[in-house]
């Protein structure tokens, strides 16, 4: 069984500070990478992926992958209190496109 | 453009009652796909359909039944409802296979209830 792993948190930043949340998962044939956010009562909502080993970057927001450790992470700069959420982890494997979520890491930014 | 159409956003059902979830996407996608959310966990995967006609099981799709006769189309159905299955459910269409990126499109949810 495909298993994605997060810390469900809450994980509580400053503003402004740098917000960062983790994820593993179990299958090494894995090959796309998700991040979604999801406001209370809303839907997800995607707002990163990654494909490829490193860093990859989009606004305020950058996701990092490591296929060998089997870990994938986004890191939130200058993180505002309009970022609370929750942020779910997803992996699909190649050519597969159905994607695996995990239990979401929630996210509270206090001013 | 609407994008991914769920109805009814809210539902109560009785024990052993049945009902259809609606969903229906405009923008062409092949995949499609039924996920349940339980409070404080991620999505679950019920069932997914590549393609009009062609649909299969997900991780939970015991209690449930699907069709796709159309690509815009892909309703739910839950049979004989139970208390476990009260959750939020969520449709959703993907531009699987479709250029680099693949990216989920989510219908805004439905909170079932059953007691």
């Known amino acids: 069984q495909k298993e994605v792993e997060q810390n469900s948190g809450p994980l509580s930043v400053p503003e402004g500070a740098i917000a960062s949340l983790n994820c593993t998962y179990s299958?090494?044939?894995?090959?796309?990478f998700f991040w979604y956010r999801q406001y209370s009562g809303k839907s997800p909502e995607l707002i990163m992926s990654?494909?490829?080993?490193g860093d990859k970057e989009d606004g305020r927001f950058t996701a990092q992958l490591n296929k060998a450790s089997q870990y994938v992470s986004l890191l939130i700069r200058d993180s505002q209190p309009s970022d609370s959420a929750t942020y779910l982890c997803?992996?699909?494997?190649?050519?597969?496109?159905?994607?695996?979520f995990g239990r979401g890491t929630s996210l509270i930014v206090h001013p | 453009n609407a994008g991914v159409t769920q109805t009814p956003k809210f539902r109560i059902l009785k024990i052993g009652q049945s009902m259809t979830l609606q969903c229906t996407q405009d923008?062409?996608?092949?995949?499609m796909y039924w996920y349940r959310q339980d409070p404080g966990m991620g999505l679950k995967l019920i069932y997914y359909?590549?393609?009009?006609?062609?649909?299969d099981k997900g991780e939970v799709p015991n209690g449930y039944n699907v069709s796709r006769s159309t690509t815009e189309d892909f309703p739910l159905r839950l049979e004989l409802a139970a208390p476990s299955q009260t959750s939020v459910y969520f449709c959703?269409?993907?531009?699987?296979?479709?250029?680099?990126?693949?990216?989920?499109?989510f219908g805004s949810g439905t909170q079932l209830s059953v007691l």
């Open positions: 923008m062409n996608h092949n995949y």
């Open positions: 359909s590549v393609g009009a006609g062609i649909t």
């Open positions: 299958d090494r044939g894995s090959q796309s």
């Open positions: 959703a269409s993907s531009t699987a296979g479709v250029g680099a990126n693949e990216k989920l499109f």
């Open positions: 997803a992996v699909s494997s190649g050519g597969s496109y159905i994607p695996t």
């Open positions: 990654i494909y490829s080993n």
